[in-house]
């Protein structure tokens, strides 16, 4: 793995540009994007930057369960948000909360088959879940449906009006889909992300931390402020 430290988001937002700015001269022509906090940054550098992503394709990690792509808190309407509206891909592919969970898992992981990810962009839980993918999750699991951790639960509530009202399923391309992907970029801040952070890097690979896996990723680069590296 190798880590760039930085100084806040700020700078990790140029750190991550610059590895999506080399993926593209690579000829990537398949992004694999993450929603929450984290990414927002390197959004933000894409967005006012030149890139030209109409001739790519985006394929998301997840989605809640039971929201439809027009709820504020939907998935898709983050990245239209904070993306797809400024910077349009010519396919940008998420997760459909509204679709039933045999159809929607079975059709996103042709969907990843077809469109293989060059550069996968991650955030990572502060119980060292990735995607959606918590505690516990088998390793060689495709797009699955997953039950939200009491954890995950609690530290995306401050996005909802209420607790009550976060949803409790999610929709998320497993540890093997995302494994798939030839570079993979994860980034991280805060002290609350130093423990998943160190657990990711130095600890044992295990399911119960769903980040480690990616110590068996040929090509991943981490990001992350001080606070977050702080356990290391
Ligand atoms: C959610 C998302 C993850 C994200 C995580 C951390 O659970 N499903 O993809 O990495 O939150 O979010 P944040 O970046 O806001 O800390």
């Known amino acids: 793995m190798k880590i760039i430290k930085v100084k806040d988001q700020i700078e990790g937002g140029r750190e991550g540009f610059k590895v999506f700015k080399d993926a593209l001269a690579d000829g990537a022509n398949v992004f694999g994007l ?77 969907i990843i088959a077809d469109n293989p990810v060059y550069l996968q962009l991650l955030g990572l839980g502060q119980n060292g879940h990735i995607g959606f993918n918590e505690p516990g999750t088998p390793f060689e699991m495709g797009t699955h449906e997953v039950a939200l951790t009491e954890s995950t639960i609690q530290a995306n509530a401050r996005f909802f009006a209420s607790e009550a009202e976060v949803p409790h399923f999610a929709y998320s391309m497993g540890i093997a889909s995302i494994m798939k ?13 130093a423990d998943a952070v160190a657990a990711m890097i130095e600890g044992p690979v295990t399911e119960s931390v769903p980040a480690s896996a990616l110590q068996q990723h040929a090509n991943v680069i981490v990001i992350v402020d001080e606070a977050a590296a702080s356990k290391l």
């Open 181 to 193: 992907a030839k570079e993979i970029l994860i980034i991280a801040y805060g002290a609350a992300k």
């Open 34 to 110: 993450a929603t929450g906090s984290t990414p927002i940054s390197v959004y933000d550098e894409l967005t006012n930057s030149d890139v030209d992503f109409s001739e790519k394709t985006s394929i998301n990690l997840d989605e809640y369960k039971g929201l439809s792509g027009d709820h504020p808190q939907s998935y898709r309407y983050f990245m239209n948000e904070h993306l797809f509206n400024k910077k349009p891909f010519k396919m940008s592919y998420v997760p459909d909360g509204m679709a039933d969970a045999a159809t929607e898992t079975a059709r996103y992981e042709k």
